[in-house]
């Protein structure tokens, strides 16, 4: 079994413009004569590798606690894709029957609203793309309420350089934080299946 690594390191990661750069400060060092190391990190829960929940563009609904996690754990599909992507090329390029998506676009991979809902429309339940954001950033709002508001979640800032297109098992459960509208992700894509079903 292979185990591919599709996260980003977090401190390295390029931030999105007005999001705070990740920093780690000491607690405490052994090195200073402290019985252990122990670090507070201070970041944004969009940065780098994430998942965002529906609070994070519509008031009142699911934080990232409360997403159910099987659409973070089954069979997906690597497709290369690049630009903004429309309703037809999504219609072009989904796989049939296929439940979670990943966008492979060297980081720039965007969908827009008519792009959504065919994926919403086509039973869809995980899109996740290379770039920080699945949404062009002269209108990031409406695929995302189109997604988040169907329960499609969505992944953004994965690193798939160097994976190629076909069909993989996806490990990407975000970190569970009551009340937050994000959550970082270590994502994984495992080239073997075991024994889950066709829909993993």
């Excluded at 965002?52 to 606690?65: F, G, I, N, R």
């Excluded at 754990?73 to 998506?101: Q, W, Y």
């Excluded at 793309?129 to 969505?154: M, R, W």
């Excluded at 953004?156 to 350089?161: A, D, F, Q, V």
């Amino acid at each position: 079994m292979k185990i591919i690594d599709i996260s980003q390191e977090l401190l390295a990661a390029d931030v999105y413009p007005g999001d705070p750069v990740p920093t780690l400060e000491p607690l405490s060092r052994i090195a200073l004569g402290d019985e252990c190391n122990l670090t507070a990190a201070h970041l944004c829960l969009h940065n780098g590798t994430h998942a965002d929940a529906p609070l994070h563009y519509l008031e009142e609904e699911a934080d990232v606690a409360s997403l159910p996690l099987e659409p973070f754990l089954g069979k997906c599909h690597v497709v290369t894709v690049n630009g903004l992507l429309s309703g037809a090329d999504m219609e072009r390029l989904v796989p049939p029957g296929c439940k979670r998506l990943l966008l492979r676009g060297l980081g720039n991979a965007f969908l827009t609203q008519s792009a959504a809902f065919v994926l919403t429309d086509l039973g869809v339940k995980l899109v996740g793309t290379d770039a920080p954001s699945i949404g062009p950033q002269e209108n990031e709002a409406a695929p995302h309420k189109e997604l988040l508001g169907a329960g499609v979640v969505i992944l953004e800032g994965l690193r798939l350089k160097g994976v190629k297109d076909g069909t993989y098992f996806l490990v990407a459960p975000p970190i569970k934080i009551a009340g937050a509208d994000g959550a970082p992700v270590r994502a994984l894509l495992l080239d073997r299946f075991f024994c889950f079903g066709e829909d993993g």
